[in-house]
């Protein structure tokens, strides 16, 4: 046997099941046909179980036990919440006139007063409310902030237009000091009126952006996401705007950060294997998770998700298919459930052999993120677990980038498909 063949049968034995780190110009051995068949198979799969959660779309959290939670919010016309304010202000009116002072009880957002429900996996919030008195020192501010705020929504509302979160925060700058005191209230309010966030008239600023087989109309302008530049076309802020969902697309690749975004569009990855990319650049903002919900249920398509090996990467990933203890009230709107966590895991360390100086050390911040969510009902699954346990025990961490080790196109050519052709997903 000639030398390089017995240290190449040497090397094998000492790495069982790990792979080679390929060179730059390589090229995946995975033909699309074999890809689509595992993504067209899990569909399937997927078409199935939607089927059967239709059945019980309408139950909530009370049809399963659970007496101590808040009804849950929905859509409301501009009327509606007109109406709504209305009566809130009515109550606070009757509280001064009767020698009480102004006040309003206040849903508790607090993340101790959420609760995840397994059989509707995502987080609710429970039904604990905090009374806000003007009178009171510690509530004075925001009782203030509370008012005004519910007057610019119903102003919005009255003209039927709409405001973003920043153009609402600069309305009353010298009250409200900071935006995220002018952003917190403004989810309050959605609470007290039984109503989505986006039904305020509020919006966040465009962060989301998405490329890929889809078509909609935006206010009636015809958007073809294969035609949009690897940029990507913007996620609109009103996702109300948004119909006709169509496409060819056969599944959602959900990803994290703005810079694998780029290299997926760049290298026309939807071309070759037809789907829709999606990112947030980061943590999800209201737009991009509405945008998302509603892509799926017009295609009726699985989605795949690729994220850092990081514990804010599968935090990330948890807003998405879970929701957040911060929205909890509206987790019904927001949440994307069952979605496929394809990669970077800890496991994918080691089985492609992601280079030492590819890999970074947690740093104190992580190790707590991994503890905390650890403890969370909704870290079941045996197989999230593990991975999860890993990232806390190794106190190792890598960025998607990390592939780049292997050529600029690794991702794109190598890593995807064949983690797609193996159904290398939890």
């Not at 849903?107 to 905090?130: A, C, M, W």
């Not at 309050?188 to 109309?217: I, P, Q, W, Y």
């Not at 070759?272 to 947030?280: K, L, N, Q, R, S």
């Not at 911040?365 to 403890?375: H, R, V």
Request: with cysteine; hydrophobic share 40%; charged share 30%.
């Amino acid at each position: 046997m000639p030398p390089r063949a017995a240290s190449a049968k040497k090397r094998s034995k000492k790495s069982p099941g790990k792979r080679k780190g390929p060179g730059p110009d390589s090229v995946c051995t995975k033909d699309v046909a074999t890809v689509m068949k595992k993504v067209r198979e899990l569909r399937g799969i997927m078409k199935k179980r939607r089927q059967e959660s239709a059945k019980t779309k309408s139950l909530s959290a009370k049809d399963f036990g659970h007496i101590d939670v808040k009804k849950e919010v929905a859509d409301m016309s501009a009327r509606g919440v007109m109406a709504s304010i209305a009566r809130i202000i009515a109550n606070a009116a009757s509280s001064i006139m009767s020698g009480k002072g102004l006040g309003y009880m206040v849903p508790s957002r607090n993340p101790k007063n959420s609760v995840f429900i397994p059989e509707l996996q995502r987080i609710v919030l429970k039904d604990k409310e905090t009374e806000r008195a003007f009178g009171a020192t510690a509530t004075v501010r925001k009782t203030a902030i509370t008012t005004r705020v519910l007057q610019l929504v119903h102003e919005l509302c009255r003209a039927g237009i709409h405001s973003t979160k920043r153009d609402l925060f600069y309305t009353d700058v010298k009250l409200f000091q900071k935006q995220e005191e002018s952003d917190d209230i403004l989810n309050d309010a959605a609470c007290m009126v039984g109503c989505t966030r986006n039904s305020l008239n509020v919006v966040a600023t465009m962060k989301g952006v998405c490329v890929g087989c889809v078509t909609f109309r935006e206010a009636g302008d015809l958007i073809d996401c294969t035609r949009v530049g690897v940029g990507g076309k913007a996620i609109p802020a009103f996702t109300d705007n948004i119909t006709d969902v169509t496409g060819s697309a056969e599944f959602v690749l959900l990803v994290e950060k703005d810079a694998a975004f780029m290299r997926l569009a760049e290298d026309r990855f939807y071309n070759t294997y037809p789907c829709v990319i999606i990112t947030a650049k980061g943590q999800p903002d209201v737009g991009t998770r509405l945008f998302l919900k509603k892509v799926v249920d017009a295609l009726n398509i699985p989605v795949l998700a690729l994220m850092d090996s990081d514990p804010y990467g599968l935090k990330i990933l948890s807003v998405y298919t879970q929701g957040s203890k911060n929205m909890s009230y509206d987790s019904l709107n927001l949440t994307t459930p069952d979605i496929k966590w394809l990669g970077i895991r800890p496991s994918d360390l080691d089985k492609y052999n992601i280079p030492e100086q590819c890999r970074l050390d947690m740093t104190a911040s992580d190790i707590k993120m991994g503890k905390d969510m650890l403890n969370e009902a909704y870290m079941e699954d045996p197989r999230w677990r593990g991975e999860l346990e890993a990232m806390v025990r190794t106190k190792k961490k890598a960025e998607i980038q990390a592939l780049s080790a292997f050529g600029f196109q690794y991702l794109t050519r190598n890593y995807l498909p064949e983690k797609i052709a193996a159904g290398d997903w939890l």
